[in-house]
């Protein structure tokens, strides 16, 4: 099981490599039509990166954060199995995090439809899971001091909001909504245009992210841990709607998103703004339903072996029980012995 979690994470991180480095040779290959502005030849694609200074420290002092709880964890107990792979896997999600909002991927996101659209993927689809794999509520829990274990982290996991919060059903209506009420057109561009507006809208997307992989997962400990026949269910309910919004998307005859028809107009170089509408939106279900489905079907193999488990402990209890009647079956049979 462990084996297969890691081939989960690396395949995670894997399609989001996949997904870049596609993105950044679609994206030169369109640009090469435009010609003489500077702004669509490959040097000045990967060359602008943008200084978020908010965004750099808040993802350098949530890895400071974490490297301090592992490297405390170690320290004060050695003996708790804390895989070094876990590491690994929540601070290449902060990697992830961080070149989705300073690459040229947030860069050109008012530009094309297809930057932005791959910029939501890396979040939801990348970091999220590969912080989630890196057990950050386990790992505080462990590295935290009696006192705050007990007055703060025990009384937050066992709030009844957040009991409320994570359930099924409330945690899946969040991911599809969120995704979902974000594609709408006025409320999409309104969230170009406003700088704060589209904060909001990469905070909601990874966290309703990280809650929907949190129980995906199951790698920290949550107040209701949903079975793996429910998990199966989320994750086939978010293969469709994603199959749904991006083929509802791709089928429109014309731009939907004013920020990305103007943005063609005034450029010269790139693609229409019909076709790129049209290739971003195959992002939102193409990569993101490979990643649903190699989560489901790590799923069904987590079910097989737990099904496995529970039969071999049923037939030992069976044999056990068997064998306890038939030796006081015998001793029961066996004739008295005589005395000495």
Same mark, same amino acid.
């Given at each position: 099981?462990?084996?297969?979690?890691?081939?989960?994470?690396?395949?995670?991180?894997?399609?989001?490599?996949?997904?870049?480095?596609?993105?950044?040779?679609?994206?030169?290959?369109?640009?090469?039509?435009?010609?003489?502005s500077?702004?669509g030849?490959?040097?000045?694609?990967?060359? =602008?990166?943008? #200084?978020?200074?908010? /965004? $750099?420290?808040?993802?350098?002092? %949530?890895?400071?954060?974490? +490297?301090? @709880?592992?490297?405390?964890?170690?320290?004060t107990?050695?003996?708790?199995?804390?895989?070094?792979?876990?590491?690994?896997?929540?601070?290449?999600?902060?990697?992830?995090?961080?070149?989705?909002?300073?690459?040229?991927?947030?860069?050109?996101?008012?530009?094309?439809?297809?930057s932005?659209?791959?910029?939501?993927?890396?979040?939801?689809?990348?970091?999220?899971?590969?912080?989630?794999?890196?057990?950050?509520?386990?790992? =505080?829990?462990? #590295?935290?001091?009696? /006192? $705050?274990?007990?007055?703060?982290? %025990?009384?937050?996991?066992? +709030?009844? @909001?957040?009991?409320?919060?994570?359930?099924?059903?409330?945690?899946?209506?969040?991911?599809?909504s969120?995704?979902?009420?974000?594609?709408?057109?006025?409320?999409?561009?309104?969230?170009?245009?406003?700088?704060?507006?589209?904060?909001?809208?990469?905070?909601?997307?990874?966290?309703?992210?990280?809650?929907?992989?949190?129980?995906?997962?199951d790698?920290?400990?949550?107040?209701?841990?949903?079975?793996?026949?429910?998990?199966?269910?989320?994750?086939?309910?978010?293969? $469709?709607?994603?199959?749904?919004?991006?083929?509802?998307?791709? +089928?429109?005859?014309?731009?939907?998103?004013?920020?990305?028809?103007?943005?063609?107009?005034?450029?010269?170089?790139?693609?229409?703004?019909?076709?790129?509408?049209?290739?971003?939106?195959?992002?939102?279900?193409?990569?993101?339903?490979?990643?649903?489905?190699?989560?489901?079907?790590?799923?069904?193999?987590?079910?097989?072996?737990?099904?496995?488990?529970?039969?071999?402990?049923?037939d030992?209890?069976?044999?056990l029980?068997?064998?306890?009647a038939?030796?006081?079956?015998?001793?029961?049979?066996?004739?008295?012995?005589?005395?000495?």
């Amino acid at each position: 099981m462990h084996r297969t979690l890691r081939l989960g994470a690396l395949a995670v991180f894997g399609t989001g490599i996949v997904a870049a480095l596609s993105f950044l040779a679609s994206t030169s290959s369109t640009l090469a039509h435009g010609g003489g502005s500077t702004n669509g030849d490959l040097g000045a694609l990967l060359g =602008g990166w943008s #200084a978020e200074p908010s /965004a $750099i420290v808040l993802l350098v002092a %949530l890895a400071a954060s974490y +490297s301090w @709880a592992y490297r405390r964890l170690r320290r004060t107990a050695p003996r708790f199995r804390f895989s070094a792979w876990r590491a690994v896997a929540f601070g290449a999600g902060i990697i992830v995090l961080l070149f989705a909002l300073v690459s040229p991927i947030d860069t050109y996101g008012d530009d094309l439809f297809i930057s932005h659209m791959l910029q939501h993927v890396l979040v939801m689809m990348v970091v999220a899971p590969l912080l989630i794999l890196g057990k950050p509520v386990t790992l =505080g829990l462990r #590295a935290a001091s009696p /006192a $705050i274990r007990r007055r703060y982290l %025990l009384p937050t996991l066992r +709030s009844r @909001a957040l009991n409320l919060l994570l359930r099924p059903q409330i945690v899946l209506a969040l991911f599809v909504s969120t995704i979902w009420l974000w594609h709408i057109p006025d409320l999409y561009d309104a969230a170009i245009a406003n700088d704060a507006l589209h904060s909001l809208e990469h905070f909601s997307f990874l966290a309703a992210s990280l809650l929907f992989w949190w129980l995906i997962i199951d790698a920290d400990p949550t107040p209701l841990r949903p079975g793996h026949p429910v998990r199966a269910v989320m994750l086939i309910v978010a293969i $469709i709607q994603g199959i749904v919004l991006g083929s509802v998307i791709t +089928s429109l005859g014309e731009p939907i998103y004013e920020t990305y028809e103007a943005a063609a107009v005034a450029r010269d170089w790139g693609p229409s703004a019909l076709s790129d509408q049209r290739t971003g939106a195959g992002l939102v279900w193409i990569p993101s339903g490979l990643v649903f489905v190699l989560a489901l079907l790590i799923t069904f193999q987590a079910w097989l072996d737990r099904m496995e488990r529970e039969t071999e402990q049923e037939d030992m209890v069976r044999r056990l029980r068997s064998e306890r009647a038939s030796y006081f079956e015998g001793e029961a049979l066996a004739p008295p012995r005589r005395p000495n």
